[in-house]
């Protein structure tokens, strides 16, 4: 089974500064991993997403690095804006039908 | 556009009572799932369905029941409440489970067991 874990609970970030947050992985074997963001009192939102195909994976401000080697993905936000304070999850989607499979996220705080 | 919405928002329920947390969408999709959420953990998967009719057990099923008579609605009934529900519940939709596909959440539902 894949696990994903995401061992920084909390992350502060100057406003304006790159925020960088951590997954790693324990199977070789996937298909994608989702980066989903979630406010307090909503439900998670998807914001970008990597296949294991590809290396990097950008969308504006937005971009995920992947290292298979490493098991190791990155999702790095620049330049940080206040309404990115938010708890970021990294995800797993494999081939069945059990859908996402997820971090237990990171509490991103972007001070002013 | 309502995509997925989740009712009630906050419920308190004692020791022993049941409910249903009612989960509707109006996107058409065919693979729903509930999920459960506590502190300092991420969501864990409850039941999922890949279409009416159809549904599954996910990681952490015990105490829970579902069922999918229709493609839009998949409620999730608690058959006798225990402190260890007391968790906030999310519910979503996605046209597939598998591969790069966005799952759409709902705003969640608050459920403290006393």
């Known amino acids: 089974d894949q696990q994903v874990k995401q061992n920084s609970p909390s992350l502060s970030v100057q406003e304006g500064r790159i925020s960088i947050l951590n997954c790693d992985y324990t199977?070789?074997?996937?298909?994608?991993f989702l980066w989903y963001k979630k406010y307090p009192a909503e439900g998670p939102t998807f914001l970008i997403s990597?296949?294991?195909?590809?290396d990097k994976n950008e969308d504006g401000r937005f971009t995920v690095f992947l290292n298979k080697s490493a098991k190791h993905l990155s999702l790095h936000i620049v330049p940080s804006q206040p309404g990115d304070s938010a708890v970021y999850f990294c995800?797993?989607?494999?081939?069945?039908?059990?859908?996402?499979?997820f971090g237990k996220g990171t509490h991103l705080i972007i001070q002013p | 556009n309502a995509g997925v919405t989740q009712t009630p928002k906050f419920q308190v329920l004692k020791t022993g009572q049941s409910m249903t947390l009612q989960c509707a969408q109006d996107?058409?999709?065919?693979?729903m799932s509930w999920y459960r959420q506590d502190p300092g953990m991420g969501l864990r998967l409850i039941h999922y369905?890949?279409?009416?009719?159809?549904?599954d057990q996910g990681e952490v099923p015990n105490g829970y029941n579902v069922s999918r008579s229709t493609t839009e609605d998949f409620p999730l009934r608690l058959l006798s409440a225990a402190p260890s529900q007391t968790s906030v519940y999310f519910c979503?939709?996605?046209?597939?489970?598998?591969?790069?596909?966005?799952?759409?959440f709902g705003q969640g539902t608050r459920l403290t067991v006393v």
């Open positions: 369905s890949v279409g009416a009719g159809i549904t």
């Open positions: 995800t797993y989607s494999g081939g069945g039908a059990d859908g996402l499979t």
């Open positions: 996107m058409n999709h065919e693979y």
């Open positions: 990597i296949s294991s195909i590809k």
């Open positions: 199977n070789s074997m996937f298909d994608y």
């Open positions: 979503a939709s996605s046209y597939s489970p598998t591969g790069n596909t966005e799952a759409f």
